[in-house]
C-alpha cells in the first residue's frame, strides 16, 4: 500500500503548493483554467485510447504504476477527474472560493486519507470507506486553509483585484471564526458524501465551492 500511496499523496499535496505559487504571482483564474481544460481533455483522450487498448495500456503501466491504485489499472484514472473539478472551479468559482477548494482538495483529502488510515479502526464509520477520524482531520484541515488564506495569503501579497474575494467578513454576517469553522464542516461533508459513485477528486473542489458559494451569498448584507 505505502509503495503506491506515498507517491499519490506526495503529488496530490504538491498541488497545493502549485495553487499557492500561482496565487501570490497573480494569476488571472482564466489563465490557469484554459490550459488546464486542455491537460484535461488531453488526458481523458489518452486514458480513452489507454482503456480501449490493451497492448497501451501494458506498455504505460510500468511507467505509472507508484502513481495509480490497483482499480485504476483498468478504469479512469483519478488525474482525470482531478483535472475536471479544478478547472470547474476555476472556470466558475469566484476566486477565493476557488482557490480555498483547490487547497481542500489537495491538503484536507490527503489529511482525511492518511488520518483514516492509521486511526480509522478506532473510530465509528460515517459512510462506507470513510472514517471519523478521518473527517475530523479533513475538518481541522479546512478550518486552517480558511485562516491561512484569508489570514495570511490575501493581506500579504495583495495580489487581488476589487471583487476577487467574494467573503469579506465587513460584507457578511458570518464573523471570520464562524466562516472559518462553517468551511471545516464544509470540507468533511465534501470528504464523506458519496454523490452517484462519482470520484472524490472531482466530488470535493466542485461540492466545496458550490456550497461556500452559497453560504457566502445567503450571508451577505
Not at 2 to 10: G, Q
Not at 141 to 170: H, M
Not at 173 to 189: D, I, K, Q, R, W
Amino acid at each position: 500500500m505505502l509503495r503506491h500511496e506515498i507517491p499519490r499523496k506526495a503529488f496530490h499535496s504538491s498541488i497545493g503548493l502549485v495553487t499557492i505559487y500561482l496565487y501570490t504571482c497573480g494569476f488571472l483564474q482564466y489563465q490557469i483554467a484554459r490550459p488546464l481544460w486542455a491537460i484535461f481533455s488531453g488526458t481523458s483522450l489518452f486514458e480513452l485510447v489507454r482503456l480501449k487498448s490493451s497492448r497501451v495500456n501494458n506498455a504505460i503501466l510500468p511507467w505509472v504504476e507508484y502513481l495509480i491504485r490497483a482499480l485504476e489499472r483498468d478504469s479512469c484514472n483519478g488525474i482525470v477527474f482531478y483535472l475536471a473539478g479544478v478547472s470547474l472551479v476555476l472556470s466558475f468559482a469566484p476566486k477565493d472560493v476557488a482557490v480555498v477548494s483547490i487547497l481542500l482538495l489537495s491538503w484536507a483529502d490527503t489529511a482525511a486519507s492518511t488520518v483514516g488510515r492509521a486511526w480509522g479502526k478506532y473510530t465509528p464509520k460515517v459512510a462506507q470507506g470513510k472514517s471519523l477520524a478521518g473527517c475530523l482531520a479533513s475538518f481541522f484541515v479546512g478550518v486552517l486553509v480558511c485562516y491561512f488564506y484569508y489570514g495570511y495569503l490575501v493581506p500579504k501579497y495583495q495580489v487581488d483585484s476589487i471583487g476577487d474575494n467574494y467573503y469579506s467578513e465587513s460584507s457578511s454576517h458570518l464573523s471570520f471564526p464562524y466562516y472559518a469553522f462553517a468551511t471545516g464542516l464544509v470540507t468533511s461533508f465534501s470528504e464523506a458524501v458519496n454523490v452517484a459513485g462519482l470520484d472524490d477528486n472531482f466530488t470535493i473542489p466542485v461540492i466545496s465551492s458550490v456550497v461556500l458559494s452559497g453560504l457566502i451569498y445567503a450571508n451577505h448584507t
